[in-house]
């Protein structure tokens, strides 16, 4: 009997730990799989937000630099054709936009397309230049709050860029002003 039982308990004893083992193996594991598994959605989201501000990130001066050659090109009409150049740096600014910007930013530009198809059908239908330009500064304003999370007043770039800013404050402002208002942007690109 004696040497059953210097079989048996240890027998016994390695089972039970084998057991222990395995369940508690077993449930660790499931517990790891299950927190690598939100930790992984997290990386897939983190991933997707930086590939986005990464495509972005140019933006918003590629928004002010089609503006400025737009500007330039109206200036310099040696033909009645469109720039191919312009129109190719044009679609992929609104291609960029409508592909990563924000709703915001998108709000903006389709606003502006519609008013220049508008303005393109009905010979009537004069283009504002003050609010084209503000419509473009506030573009590039938006794209930088989304991508850098900063608020830039779009009069900074009015008066960086226009050396008579101060005799046509009010014409900017009032256009500046009344598309923040019907675009619902942030009330940190008002004029004052």
């Known amino acids: 009997m004696q040497e059953w039982?210097?079989?048996?308990?240890?027998?016994?004893?390695?089972?039970?730990?084998?057991?222990?083992t395995y369940f508690m193996s077993r449930k660790n594991l499931k517990d790891g799989l299950a927190l690598t598994e939100k930790e992984f959605q997290n990386e897939l989201l983190k991933q997707r937000s930086d590939k986005r501000l990464e495509l972005m990130a140019s933006a918003p001066y590629?928004?002010?630099?089609?503006?400025?050659?737009?500007?330039?090109?109206?200036?310099?009409?040696?033909?009645?054709?469109?720039?191919t150049k312009l129109l190719e740096k044009q679609n992929n600014l609104?291609?960029?936009?409508?592909?990563?910007?924000?709703?915001?930013?998108?709000?903006?530009?389709?606003?502006?397309?519609s008013e220049n198809?508008?303005?393109?059908?009905?010979?009537?239908v004069s283009v504002n230049a003050h609010r084209l330009i503000c419509y473009y500064v506030l573009l590039a304003?938006?794209?930088?709050?989304?991508?850098?999370?900063?608020?830039?007043?779009?009069?900074e770039w009015f008066k960086m860029k226009f050396s008579d800013y101060h005799k046509t404050k009010s014409l900017f402002a009032d256009a500046n002003n009344q598309l923040v208002t019907e675009l619902n942007l942030?009330?940190?690109?008002?004029?004052?």
């Open 141 to 155: 304003s938006q794209l930088r709050m989304d991508v850098t999370g900063e608020t830039v007043n779009p009069e």
């Open 117 to 124: 198809y508008q303005a393109n059908m009905n010979s009537i």
């Open 5 to 20: 039982a210097g079989i048996v308990v240890p027998s016994l004893v390695s089972i039970v730990g084998f057991l222990v």
């Open 94 to 113: 609104y291609f960029k936009v409508y592909a990563y910007g924000s709703p915001s930013s998108l709000h903006i530009l389709s606003s502006m397309q």
């Open 186 to 192: 942030s009330k940190d690109f008002f004029i004052r």
């Open 62 to 83: 590629d928004a002010l630099v089609l503006m400025q050659d737009m500007i330039d090109s109206g200036k310099n009409k040696k033909h009645s054709f469109p720039d």
